[in-house]
């Protein structure tokens, strides 16, 4: 509700001192006269040292509205620059702001209650709107009817939700909305997925009878997808993002809270089939699904995520305490960037239309608190520790126990933007019915292709559409788009479970394989034999994302998974013994400049530039006797010194292989300081860190401590001929798209890692045995995300250990 109240002159006499003081009345005169100098001289007293005056100011009408909302309250209308507080209903003066060059201030994290007041901070009279509530969570829920009295259309729309800020969506559907219903997807994001659609392909045009989405398109790829699938689809923008109202804060409860109101209001549309709709999308819109799944709304059937993360912090933008200051800033400063007013491009457009069609414009309207937005990056670096009642509310392993709907969930080991921590999330769904994992090697966009597509597509059907799962002949005509987008001819495998003679039948053969076997793990993507030239002359489209063949898996981490261990060895290899010397180390240089280099050249194959001598410590095993196979997190288990307080530390995990190459697999980081281990979670194969500032650690300078840094999650196999090669460096030349700020020091410091008896560093892998390979190696470079370079032998620095 949108309050403006106008309170004449009269002057309040209400405090925290005496609030129940009588104001000024005609009928009480002569009381009022009688007590007034009385009680003005304890007031005077009661505040004493107070900077709040309790007589207050004359309030007078407010020129300026506020929106009430769940722990917040919304100004639109001010002057800027105008300096309002806020008040709760004891008059206690709780926080004030200046409004922006809009005119709009948004009040954030107020205590829920009865009786606030919004007034200019200083003067009298102020202006000052009066008896203002802000809700909880639990008192902030409509009644069902608010939702199903909302009617949406296909094209633009806008959602109302339970504060009265209206998104902005647009629908399109597969046929006329009098044939539905139809099975639904929605995609919610601060992209633009509300942008309105387009044609496609000006040459499809004369398909657009058969599929209508090729001159709708919606603005997001799986809208796109799911509208040649024969799915509806909804497209809705974050708040304070595209034309929805409100300001854009990172997944702030009011934000989740939107995500069960889009649900509940389209699920409540005639035009949506069993009045319940599935969430699809990839990276922002596949995090979404995680944070609005957890409110458990009624009309979600099905959520679908891929590529996305297990944690805010150490997923992404923290990764081993260490800031991602690439992807991971420039991620959320684009995100804010396009979440100011008119901030995506395309909002000036959908005002003018608004203006033609109706003679105002809600988008006009929606853009007023847009400058609000929270800046990410900011409250990023004034939290470096993890704070819990903070961080908790942002990582999804934190919550995702609390959905109940069934899951479909893809990534990739080498995802250069959110990067392969994602897997750590995939024992935590507990809740949910049915779970549906794929992994693989590849990149961030990669759940996007035909071999995920298939499951993705066999998934739908059985929980949002509830039929048969089935391809439906226009599918056909998606296959240029995934040519063009990948770089590959790729073909659409068989539908899962499209063989069966009811829908009953396949639901029920669905969740019996999931329940037995819920992870499946893609191997060798980009050397599918159909991707490779049979002869000289064949086209090469090695890197291509389809995969050679696959495990199954009955959870994560797999039961079969054992500890695979080798030890650092002084002569710079490692082995499954124990170093025996007694004193015996390695060095490297902090490299600064390091944290700000990433791979060159481009996807799918990168340029991995060759180690500079003196830059790292490089171990390499012996020459490996048969395939070995290892899927899940590792640890590098090491005793670690530094010439400063301080030590930042890389490890890369590649494969030596037989032919001279060396294929990158993963990596992991490390801030030493923040080397404390939760033991609650902690196993020998993933050492997960507390980062609470009180378990802050600073070295001491050339003493060596034990430390273990977290290899995050891969799935590879290290063929017959191979040997394993780990190395140890400053963070850098790692990734794509992460950079790392990183400690910048007057003069030049040094790392030490031990090899010794008394410090017998290690590294231990996730070792699958007995594990069938049912491929041949891959040429080089062809696996998709995991570049190659030729094998350099490598002598390292020697150091003492301190004995």
Known sequence: MTL?????????????????FPQYRSSNRLL???????????????????????????????????????????????????????????????????????????FRQLPPGEGYTVREAEGDPVEAVQDLAVWSVEQSQPDPSFYSDQVLQPGFNYITTRDGTKLSAYITLPGPAEDGPYPTIVNYSGYEPSRPGRVLDESLVGFCGLLPVICDAPNHPSGLIAGFMGYATVGVNMRGTGCSGGAYDYFEP?????????????????????????????????????????????????????????????????????FNNGFAFQWATNVVNGAQPYGQGWEQGQVDLEYEQFGTSTCEENQLLHAQAVDAVGRALENPFYVPEVVDPLNPSKFVQNIDVPVFLSGAWQDEQTGGHFATLLDKFTNAPVTRFLTFNGLHADGYTPEVLAEWKAFLDIYVAEVIPNAPASLSLAGPLFQQQFGAP??????????????????????????????????????SPALLPGMEGDPDYRGGPEGVFSLEFSQWPPAEQEVYRLYLQPDGTLAQSEPGVDDSASSFPHDYAAGQRTFGGGQPFYEWAATPAGSAAVFVSDILTQDMVFVGSGSADLFVASTSEEAELELILSEVRGDGFETYVQAGWLRASHRAIDETQSTALRPVKTHLEADYAPLTPGEFVSARLEIFPFAHIFRAGSRIRIQLDTPGDSRELWQFLLTEYDGPVTYSVAHSAMFPSSVALPLIPMATVASDPPPCPALRGQPCRAFEEYTNTPASSGL
């Open 4 to 20: 403006s109240i106008y309170l004449g002159s009269t002057r309040g006499l209400t405090s925290s001192c005496a609030p129940g």
């Open 254 to 322: 009011l934000q989740v809270l939107d995500g069960y109101d889009i649900i509940e209001t389209v699920a409540a549309q005639p035009w949506v089939y069993n009045n319940k709709v599935g969430m699809a999308g990839l990276s922002f819109p596949g995090i979404s699904q995680l944070f609005v799944a957890q409110t458990r709304p009624p009309g979600l059937a099905a959520i679908t995520p891929l590529s996305v993360i297990a944690e805010t912090s150490a997923s992404t933008l923290v990764p081993g305490g260490i």
């Open 32 to 106: 009022y006269r009688l007590l007034l100098p009385a009680f003005l001289l304890f007031l005077a007293a009661c505040s004493d040292g107070n900077d709040n005056d309790p007589r207050g100011p004359t309030l007078a009408a407010a020129n300026f509205s506020v929106r009430e909302s769940v722990e917040q309250l919304h100004v639109t209308g001010a002057e800027p620059g105008q300096v309002l507080a806020v008040y709760d209903g004891q008059n206690t003066f709780i926080i004030s702001s200046a409004a922006d060059d809009m005119g709009s201030l948004l």
């Open 490 to 527: 790729l073909a659409f495998p068989e539908i899962p479970y499209s063989d069966a003679q009811s829908y009953a039948e396949a639901r029920a053969a669905y969740e019996a394989d999931s329940r037995q076997m819920p992870l499946r793990v893609i191997f060798d993507r980009g050397a």
